[in-house]
């Protein structure tokens, strides 16, 4: 059996999260941000390592890295250094929001189904695959092969999952106030009809 690596497997999660703050603060600050001024800065400092000069060290090498990929672009005014969120940045930080994404726990609902049906193109498989993996994680019951459903209002995670991976061309929901044979969903999502 091979060996697993908890040191780089908690480093991987680290970076992970140190790139997650990052974009995040970029996205906070209206896509452009002077990282002193940042909004919301001293909560994501303590995200990332509890002492203060550690995490900006860290966020400011994350944005390095991510400038040196493309997904962040540095504009230097004097001694201010201004960080810029590209739109592969965007992308990036909504990848990673829709691999942790869950939805809020308080929904009651409305009575109403939400069937998400979605055609996402054999030359794409890997993001149909991750698609259809998350929609079962977040508990949609799976009516055929690229549909699902829920009774609860499901419009933020497509709207994510858009921003991921631009699936808006290929995904359609329907909210529908009945389904034949709902009972079975019902007694699925331990429901009521009212």
Not at 42 to 48: N, Q
Not at 99 to 113: A, V
Not at 179 to 188: G, K, M, S, T, V
């Amino acid at each position: 059996m091979p060996k697993i690596d908890k040191k780089a497997d908690r480093n991987k999660q680290v970076k992970g999260l140190v790139t997650k703050v990052a974009l995040g603060l970029l996205l906070v600050g209206g896509g452009m941000v002077v990282l002193a001024m940042a909004p919301g800065l001293g909560a994501a400092l303590k995200l990332v390592d509890p002492n203060p000069r550690k995490a900006m060290l860290k966020i400011e090498r994350a944005l390095k890295n991510l400038a040196a990929g493309g997904d962040v672009q540095i504009e230097q005014k004097g001694k201010d250094r201004r960080y810029r969120l590209a739109p592969s940045g965007a992308r990036k930080l909504a990848r990673l929001q829709f691999k942790d994404y869950r939805p809020s726990r308080f929904q009651k609902w409305d009575g109403k189904f939400r069937v998400v049906c979605f055609d996402i193109p054999e030359t794409e498989q890997y993001t149909r695959r991750l698609f259809q993996t998350k929609l079962s994680e977040l508990g949609f019951y799976q009516l055929q092969n690229s549909v699902f459903v829920t009774p609860y209002n499901c419009r933020e995670f497509i709207e994510l999952a858009d921003r991921a991976f631009g699936l808006q061309k290929y995904v359609r929901v329907i909210r529908a106030d009945t389904i034949d044979n709902e009972q079975h969903l019902l007694n699925f999502f331990k429901l009521k009809q009212s």
